[in-house]
């Protein structure tokens, strides 16, 4: 019986879309006000799911504390508040996209969990558009 768990988090981070090797104009063309050179910040909104089997112990999948502060600790210390492109190392040669985000986050939070529980992860960049990725 797998049951999912999900903590939803928040944090601010500047971001610019753009290529290094186009020009502004086509990067314009392609990310809109996304590639503005001066850069620009998203409130965004992250849900980490994890489903696994109830702990007949605890009754548990996991101890929400823990999904709490290793969320804290493996992204909002790292993203929030920072220019991605310039201040977080994923990002230094990686756009970051909602689509390379998403996945940067599952990266960091997947080698702390239980390796049997299977993590899904949610990225709102507005309250309209979102990704998912999971392995
Ligand atoms: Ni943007």
Redesign the pocket.
């Known amino acids: 019986m797998k049951v999912t768990v999900s903590r939803k988090a928040h944090f601010n981070a500047a971001?610019r879309?753009y290529r290094k090797d186009w020009s502004n104009a086509q990067n314009e063309a392609l990310f809109g006000?996304?590639s503005n050179p001066h850069y620009?910040g998203?409130n965004y909104e992250l849900i980490v799911h994890v489903t696994g089997d109830i702990d007949p112990e605890t009754g548990y999948v996991m101890d929400m504390k823990i999904l709490k502060d290793l969320i804290k600790n493996e992204v909002e210390d790292k993203m929030d508040h920072k220019n991605l492109n310039e201040e977080v190392a994923e990002f230094f040669d990686l756009i970051p996209t909602a689509e390379n985000m998403v996945v940067v986050i599952y990266n960091s939070l997947k080698p702390h969990l239980n390796p049997e529980h299977t993590l899904e992860v949610t990225l709102y960049?507005t309250p309209r558009n979102y990704v998912s990725y999971s392995e």
Do not use: Q, V
């Open positions: 971001h879309l006000k996304c620009h998203h960049e």
